[in-house]
């Protein structure tokens, strides 16, 4: 029994140290080409994630700069003689403080705008707001003045072509001696058929920008550059060698000149990174030195000797040390397991350790212990599922009565001419019937517009007609499927939170349609909106929100649902903003009934 100890033990240290040694050779020899390859492209990686956060801040400021120039529509007066085409003199009299108020009242300090104009159809400028000109900083009247260049071509060209999208563009003022960010917003009147009634130009400091790059410029050889497709080089920053240059100079020509296919493109001993953004055009471009990726790999060739060395040691008293304390609990395991075979159900496993191995006898104690209680309990199974099966039976007969009720009130209102309960009944029952059958888990598009409006004409008696309904709902996709119950409580959440504290008109509007292969239903109020943080608690169920309201439960419970069923890129998305409404958007692959059926 000794010898066999040792030849135990003995083979786990030649084991684990020809196991060692064999790997930390292979290493030795492989690293180079493997891990080295590997490491590089992680910094390339990581690189790339750079831009792409740089790219999420930018989009961010591009956002609210956006929203404040839609504020606009707010001066309905305004609007509306865009609208008519009034004279522009009578217009610039009338409104010459219009580009002020926009400016002052909807973008703070830090946002740095330097000037903001207004302009009608006929690109004739109606509004001009400058900020702090001097001779060191002058800004012009009117964009379209020729006695110098403000890219104004490029605006003029934006105006009348069909992109809807806010611009961002810039051009170069000769009195600050830097580059001006200009973003563009075109005004619509969608019931004209040309909607372009004039547009917006607020032109920002591009020190705005500049402090963004800045935060996500890491090393001062990173070399990077801002340029919307199309248009001029926005912003720069970083040297580079004559190679690189030259590569540059060809990106920043492509993009000019429209090109998007840039894929390929190598600055000599630079990598190249291209990132877009997801709404605006404007795109960030990176010449990122080699030298910088390859940092971390020349770090760990210098330490790869010494780990080798350590490890050698650490191994070997390791593997002297656990062998011994492993080889004595599994003999004893052993014997114990052969006398339970031989018919000693009765014996169990004693003095266990609390290591993996007294883990596992644990675990065989409990197996035996379940194995006797489960022979006991078969029985009582047996008699439990039964008693289960009545009581689904039972359960069957209260939703029938529950629908013959309701039918019975409402041909009773209606014989009585009382027409708004014999109404009210027959959508209550409508509700219930849909909410209580469980059989179908999948319902179509049609089915839930039905049962919502059975909903919200429940909601509508309570409420006296205080909410607006508008419904958009593609004639296609009435056939598609979706989970049961997954409209009406994105709408009973508008009611209860959106719309409860509004004051003055109170509206609704439901869509549905397909989005980029997707089913896509939106439900937008016009109510008081959600912060960010509440929009969070909304979706992940934490804070107060899923202990203490239903609707939000509903919410969470759709949003979770639709990511199990059809993946994480599915499920609820909310847009909001305090003051300014929520917009929530439920996304699911398109399936149709006909091929659910199929499918089932």
Not at 229 to 248: C, K, N, W
Not at 385 to 406: E, S
Request: glycine content about 6%; overall charge negative; proline content about 2%.
């Amino acid at each position: 029994m000794r010898i066999r100890k040792m030849n135990m033990r003995f083979k786990i240290l030649v084991l684990c140290l020809g196991s060692t040694l064999v790997g930390l050779v292979l290493q030795t020899l492989f690293f180079q080409e493997s891990s080295s390859k590997l490491i590089y492209n992680q910094a390339k990686q990581e690189s790339f994630r750079t831009l792409q956060n740089m790219q999420n801040d930018l989009q961010n400021i591009s956002r609210s700069v956006e929203n404040g120039l839609i504020d606009i529509y707010n001066e309905k007066e305004f609007v509306t003689d865009l609208k008519r085409g009034t004279d522009p003199g009578q217009m610039r009299e009338k409104y010459y403080r219009a580009a002020y108020k926009l400016a002052t009242e909807n973008f703070d300090t830090s946002m740095a705008v330097l000037a903001l104009y207004l302009y009608n159809a006929e690109h004739e400028i109606i509004s001009t707001y400058r900020r702090a000109v001097t001779p060191k900083h002058n800004y012009p009247l009117d964009i379209y003045d020729t006695t110098q260049d403000n890219n104004a071509k490029r605006v003029k060209e934006y105006f009348e072509s069909d992109e809807t999208q806010m611009m961002i563009s810039s051009y170069y003022n000769e009195y600050r001696e830097k580059n001006i960010i200009r973003f563009v917003l075109k005004f619509y009147n969608y019931s004209s058929s040309d909607p372009r009634i004039g547009y917006a130009v607020c032109d920002v400091d591009s020190k705005v920008i500049e402090k963004i790059v800045r935060k996500y410029r890491r090393d001062e050889e990173m070399y990077i550059w801002l340029q919307p497709p199309g248009d001029r080089v926005m912003l720069q920053f970083g040297t580079l060698d004559e190679s690189a240059q030259m590569i540059y100079e060809q990106i920043s020509k492509k993009v000019s000149e429209g090109e998007t296919e840039l894929t390929g493109m190598q600055g000599g001993q630079r990598e190249f990174f291209a990132v877009d953004q997801d709404k605006y055009r404007l795109s960030a471009y990176s010449l990122m030195p080699k030298s910088l990726l390859n940092k971390t790999q020349r770090v760990l060739n210098e330490n790869l000797i010494l780990i080798t060395a350590v490890m050698l040691a650490a191994v070997s008293i390791s593997v002297i040390f656990v062998s011994r304390t492993i080889t004595r609990p599994l003999e004893n395991m052993t014997d114990t397991v052969k006398r339970i075979q031989a018919g000693e159900t009765q014996l169990r496993m004693e003095n266990l350790n609390g290591d993996e191995v007294g883990n596992l006898s644990t675990s065989f104690n409990k197996m035996l212990d379940q194995i006797e209680g489960l022979i006991a309990s078969q029985y009582e199974n047996e008699l439990t599922k039964n008693r289960a099966m009545y009581q689904a039976l039972q359960a069957q007969i209260n939703p029938h009565f529950l629908y013959n009720t309701l039918d019975t009130m409402s041909s009773i209102a209606e014989i009585q001419e009382c027409t708004q309960v014999s109404a009210l009944s027959q959508s209550l029952a409508g509700i219930f019937r849909y909410s209580l059958n469980m059989k179908e888990p999948l319902s179509t598009v049609a089915q839930e517009i039905i049962h919502l409006k059975n909903y919200i004409y429940v909601m509508d008696v309570r409420m006296q007609n205080q909410i607006g309904y508008v419904f958009d709902v593609e004639e296609r996709v009435w056939q598609y499927t979706l989970p049961r119950i997954s409209i009406q409580p994105l709408v009973e959440n508008a009611i209860n939170h959106g719309l409860r504290n509004k004051k003055g008109e109170k509206r609704i509007c439901i869509s549905a349609g397909e989005k980029d292969g997707c089913l896509q239903i939106s439900v937008e109020d016009n109510g008081v909106g959600m912060t960010r943080q509440r929009i969070a608690e909304v979706l992940e169920g934490s804070g107060e929100v899923s202990e203490a309201t239903s609707t939000s439960i509903g919410i969470i419970n759709i949003h979770r649902r639709m990511k199990l069923l059809y993946g994480e890129e599915y499920g609820v998305v909310i847009h909001s903003e305090p003051g300014k409404g929520t917009m929530l958007f439920l996304r699911i692959p398109l399936d149709k009934q006909e091929e659910q059926k199929i499918w089932d």
